[in-house]
């Protein structure tokens, strides 16, 4: 069952999404960088800019950690998970993941909003809310394996072409409806 009626429903939601700015201000700053970084890559400072955006008030839990990650590992890193294309989408997407999950810090979630706001139209964010919304369990899950990612965004982009909007937008309205369900509780 879909959490929204139509797309009026939708954008109604996105409007409503407390990171709504911030959404449309980092997908058109990584959109502008595509078109000036050739490979494009993305640096240990725009990731922490994207871990801020996922991660919340939970970023700082894991900072030592990830202190490891250098600006050159990062560059290195992202530019060739960005570079991977393959006929089967799926085993790109995959790929890419793996890759992005060698950073430290990074597991399937981040990895997928590292993803979707650099790409949008291709990728959505994985996470608790919207799984739950999607598969109906109350269980709060963290992890998610790269399969369980793949089967997510086939359901993800199938909404999209319904509804005719981008994977991402379909994430955030997801994301939003599971919040406005559960105020009324």
């Given amino acids: 069952m879909l959490p929204f ?5 939708i954008n109604k939601l996105l409007q409503m999404a ?18 000036e970084r050739h490979p494009f890559y993305l640096t240990l400072n725009e990731l922490q800019e994207i871990l801020k955006w996922k991660l919340r008030k939970q970023f700082y839990r894991q900072g ?10 990062v560059i290195a890193i992202t530019s060739a998970a960005f570079a991977v294309i393959h ?8 790929l890419k993941l793996r890759l992005l999950c060698t ?26 809310r919207n799984w739950r919304q ?30 005719d909007v981008t994977p991402q937008e379909i994430d955030i309205a997801i994301w939003q409806s599971d ?3 559960r105020q009324k509780k």
Avoid at 134 to 162: G, Q
């Fill in 103 to 128: 950073l430290t810090g990074v597991e399937v979630p981040v990895a997928s909003a590292i993803l979707t706001l650099c790409f949008p139209t291709e990728y959505s964010v994985i996470d608790f």
């Fill in 179 to 181: 919040i406005e369900q």
């Fill in 5 to 9: 009626k139509d797309k009026n429903h």
């Fill in 87 to 94: 006929s089967d989408k799926d085993f790109e997407t995959s």
């Fill in 64 to 73: 030592t950690k990830r202190e490891v990650n250098t600006n050159e590992n």
């Fill in 18 to 35: 407390d990171n709504a700015e911030e959404t449309k201000r980092l997908t058109s700053y990584f959109s502008r960088l595509q078109k």
């Fill in 134 to 163: 999607i598969y109906r369990v109350d269980k709060r899950r963290t992890t998610y394996s790269i399969k369980e990612y793949l089967t997510y965004l086939k359901t993800i982009k199938h909404w999209a072409k319904e509804f």
